[in-house]
């Protein structure tokens, strides 16, 4: 649109502003009610205060549901990273039959309502008398995760250059050797990215943990469960510092991106 | 679908044809795809014959045995057909909403700013900012913002838009306006991803052809953004159609906003209703499908994903 003058120049800037700030309206104030003061339910300000960040624990339940989510998480990011990078690999690299289907496979579960992927995981796992619990939950967030990892990965396999594999090979390497000392290195990026990813969908998950959790209590669960009668600040704690933590870690990625091609652009 | 908008290295790859063959990518596919049947396909089967089980006939109350009792469809249907309708309603017009806040925020990103990177880079953190801080706090930070305690509502009767009295959050506004905001990045992601390979001199082409800036927006930008636009609308109706949590009561919902997903809950976790439960979910399931058909036959199922 540059093709307009005055009005039309200043529209889409300030429309763009006006957007950021409304997406990040949610935010500044779940991070702003961290430091309340408050006591039971966190709804009105009542003063500023650091005993809710010094004393997070004080909550236990939060501090509690806060250690599950974060064991669930890894186990599921663990497990979902390995399957979703070596499906990852074969695609890119290696031709093979049913690869229509494959792809369907690894797309419908992103295309069906999360409802549907909890209901039905809780309808089987009943129908085969498991106890739901620890395990149910990661089996679940497992399922989910994987084709996410899949995108992600596979996009760093295919922009690997398949000459370095083969010098290698000319350098005598043997196949695992090449796998280790060339391939998974220059993968690396990818693979962190994905599992950074797979951990943040575990972490945050909600629709599908409430149908098979059992008795067991995540922190988003606990969050859902709390709402009724006002949730601690506690809470808004670990939800801010894992979102501080998250964005720096993000900008971190994205400055040094930045660093490297200036350097690259100047050489 | 561009759900590779999360991966930043796609502009990068060249194309490039799979060239090995064998046992290995066998092995390498198995245990996943195998994982994948097991707890994403089989509980889709599980899901139907859960939803034409009847009540078992010695059995206790709240006992169900497999049958072929299609009535179950008939009764949620009579039942619960206004929450499917609702459902359809709300996340059409979240879709609707998205994509009209998030066409022009993907254009600013990948148009406007493409000739300051960095600055590019910062504003496409903020947009998948809100992934970072949970989806439950975010929608009761709204929550608490429009409540009738709160500035918005108070403002906006001040300044005589709305009467005394009434509300915004348990409506159906404020019910659209949260899955509209909770999906919103996944309408700019792919929309960004796609008008980020828009080559400029077609505009100028466009415009060298004595096209307005209007014209040439509607017959460049947007069907060369089309793709990113028909993603983009997938990835936030099928999360809005499913959802729960905005229409709860808890949260942005009232009395009179339960969508399908609410009523699935109650029945499978609170009554133990499974085979109604199941029949809402498969009946869900099949009505996403129709778009998501649609899509699977005018891709190429490599681009699906």
């Known amino acids: ?267 | 679908m561009a759900f590779t908008a999360f991966a930043s290295d796609t502009a990068l790859a060249p194309q490039q044809e799979p060239t090995k063959r064998g046992r290995v990518a066998l092995l390498l596919l198995l245990p996943g795809l195998a994982y994948l049947a097991v707890f994403f396909l089989a509980p889709l089967i599980s899901l139907i014959l859960t939803s034409l089980q009847r009540p078992a006939e010695f059995g206790d109350f709240g006992q169900y045995e497999y049958a072929f009792n299609v009535d179950n469809y008939a009764d949620v249907f009579g039942a619960y057909g206004g929450h499917i309708v609702r459902s359809i309603a709300y996340s059409s017009a979240a879709t609707v909403a998205a994509l009209l806040l998030g066409y022009p925020l993907a254009y600013f990103i990948a148009v406007t700013l493409r000739r300051w990177p960095v600055w590019q880079g910062l504003a496409l953190t903020l947009v998948i900012a809100p992934f970072f801080i949970s989806f439950l706090l975010r929608t009761l930070a709204w929550k608490q913002i429009l409540s009738d305690e709160g500035p918005v509502l108070g403002f906006l009767q001040l300044v005589q838009v709305l009467p005394d009295g009434a509300r915004l959050t348990g409506t159906d506004f404020s019910v659209i306006f949260g899955l509209t905001y909770n999906f919103l990045p996944f309408m700019v992601l792919p929309i960004y991803a796609s008008l980020a390979s828009l080559d400029l001199r077609l505009l100028e082409a466009s415009r060298d052809l004595y096209a307005n800036a209007w014209s040439s927006f509607w017959r460049v930008t947007v069907p060369l953004s089309l793709p990113g636009i028909i993603s983009g609308s997938l990835l936030v109706l099928i999360p809005a159609a499913g959802d729960y949590v905005n229409a709860s009561l808890d949260f942005l919902g009232g009395t009179g906003t339960a969508m399908v997903g609410n009523v699935i809950e109650t029945l499978f976790i609170e009554t133990g209703n499974y085979p109604e439960a199941s029949a809402l979910s498969v009946i869900l399931m099949a009505l996403i499908l129709v778009p998501v058909a649609f899509y699977v036959l005018f891709t190429r199922t490599e681009d699906l994903i």
Request: one cysteine or more; glycine letters at 6%; aromatic letters at 12%.
């Open chain 1, 1 to 267: 649109m540059r093709g307009m003058r005055g009005f039309g120049k200043w529209a889409l800037p300030v429309y763009s502003v006006i957007a950021f700030v409304f997406l990040l309206i949610p935010i500044a104030y779940t991070i702003a009610f961290s430091f309340n003061d408050s006591r039971r339910s966190n709804i009105s300000w009542r003063g500023f205060t650091l005993d809710n960040w010094f004393g997070v624990c004080q909550a236990q339940d939060v501090c509690t549901a806060f250690g599950k989510s974060i064991a669930i998480g890894l186990v599921a990011t663990l497990v979902a990273t390995v399957l979703g990078t070596m499906i990852a690999i074969a695609l890119v690299r290696y031709r093979f039959r049913f690869r229509s289907s494959t792809t369907l496979l690894l797309f419908l579960p992103m295309a069906t309502p999360e409802v549907v992927l909890g209901s039905g995981l809780a309808a089987q796992f009943l129908a085969a008398g498991v106890q739901k619990g620890m395990l149910t939950i990661v089996l679940a967030h497992i399922m989910f995760c994987i084709s996410f990892v899949v995108v992600t990965v596979r996009a760093r396999v295919a922009s690997l250059d398949p000459a370095l594999e083969e010098a290698g090979r000319d350098l005598y390497a043997n196949p695992r050797q090449v796998f280790w000392r060339i391939t998974f290195p220059l993968l690396l990026p990818g693979i962190v990215a994905a599992a950074l990813l797979a951990f943040a969908l575990s972490f945050d998950d909600f629709i599908i943990t409430n149908f098979n959790a059992g008795p067991e209590v995540t922190l988003p669960k606990y969050i859902y469960t709390a709402a009724a009668r006002g949730i601690p600040a506690e809470a808004n704690v670990i939800a801010s510092a894992v979102f501080l933590l998250a964005i720096v870690i993000v900008l971190a990625v994205q400055l040094t991106g930045a660093v490297r091609r200036k350097r690259l652009l100047q050489q």
